[in-house]
Structure formats: C-alpha cells, structure tokens
C-alpha cells in the first residue's frame, strides 16, 4: 500500500501540513511544556522544560500506537529547486531506523512549496514514506528529534536546507495521525472519536481544544 492510496481512502483531502487539526473534523490539539518558557533568565536552555515535553510526547504516543501497528512514518522535507537536485532522506531516517534495509523500501513524491512565501514558486517539498512498525524505529530518539525544530538540541532531523521538516506518524491500524510540530504543541486526528477518546480523558490538563465530529 501506498500512502497516498491510504488517504484517499481514509482521510481524502487532507494535506500532510501544518497544522492537520484544523483539516479535520475530529481530533485534539494538545499544548506541551505546561507554559514553562524554554530559556531561563540567564538565556540558557531550559532542559528541565524539555525533558517535560520529551516525556509527554513518549506518553501521548504510547496512548495511540502498539509496537506491531502498521504505521506510515511521512516525512516533509523542503527544498530550493534549484540549489539541490535533491534532498537526502539518509539524514531523516537512517538514525532512527533499526534496520537500516529498510532504507530501500521508502517512497518520495514531489510536490509544490505548501506555504506562502515570496517567491514560492522557486521551491519544492518533497514528501517521503515509510511503511513500518513502530518497533522498527527508534521511537523515543524519533519523538526528541521532532521537538528539537527551533532549539540547538540533539537528537536533530538533517539533510534539509530551507525549513525544519515536518513529520507525521500515520498509523493505519487505528486511523489515526499523530503530529509535533515543535516543543509548543501536537496534533492527533482520527476516524472516530472513540479511539482517541481515552487520551483525552486521561490528560485532559495537557488539551488546548478538541473537535469529536
């Protein structure tokens, strides 16, 4: 199966942009870090912020996938069109995959800059997939990495050379679509309430605003 095969299916007229909860219908917008700013007085980082995040991100993927899900692991990564003839997925994935044979399985597609911006028209993003499981990832590493966007923090995603990729986790057991689009704040929208309706329930203090249909 293909990805895009997938979403026509499931979630037909998404986008695989920021921000996918205000695409859909049902969903939860969670806020990370408890408003806790990320440098301290003295302009340092403030790790302990982080570490926070890093651990309420782990909990709210946990929440939504088993190891053995199939899973889409879809990453954006955005590009001059021509500075680069193309961008190299090793630096997104070869870090955060178990077995690196997996390598020669992933899909990319071309598609045109998604935001506005002047002169969009001289940039592309291109889109890469991964059919897996969430065992064949280094899932904890995977998670750091997409909150790390703004800060000089390790684990980072690499091989991009405008924007910061973006990052979705597509699991196609459950239908639902897990999103971090950076320390600030997540996204989680699903076919039906009901599967993601624990998660709500359970860390109702860590929800910004949900939608149920």
Not at 76 to 97: A, D, G, S, T
Not at 159 to 183: A, C, H, L
């Amino acid at each position: 199966m293909k990805i895009m095969e997938y979403m026509e299916e499931r979630f037909p007229r998404l986008e695989f942009i920021p921000s996918i909860y205000n695409q859909w219908s049902i969903g939860i917008h969670f806020c990370l870090g408890e408003n806790i700013y990320q440098l301290k007085a003295n302009e340092e980082l403030n790790l302990k912020m982080f570490r926070f995040v890093y651990e309420q991100i782990s909990t709210i993927f946990n929440q939504l996938f088993e190891q053995n899900d199939d899973i889409f692991l879809v990453t954006n990564m955005y590009k001059h069109k021509k500075k680069e003839k193309c961008i190299r997925k090793l630096k997104v994935y070869q870090p955060f995959l178990k077995c690196k044979n997996h390598l020669n399985q992933i899909m990319v597609k071309t598609y045109p800059y998604p935001f506005e911006i002047n002169k969009a028209e001289e940039y592309e993003m291109q889109q890469f997939s991964l059919l897996c499981k969430p065992r064949d990832l280094h899932v904890a590493e995977l998670l750091k990495a997409a909150s790390n966007e703004d800060f000089p923090l390790k684990p980072r995603f690499g091989g991009y050379s405008i924007d910061y990729p973006d990052v979705f986790f597509v699991n196609i057991t459950k239908d639902i679509i897990f999103f971090i689009y950076d320390d600030r704040g997540c996204e989680v929208i699903a076919l039906d309430f009901k599967r993601i309706r624990p998660l709500y329930e359970k860390y109702h203090d860590w929800v910004e605003e949900y939608k149920c249909m």
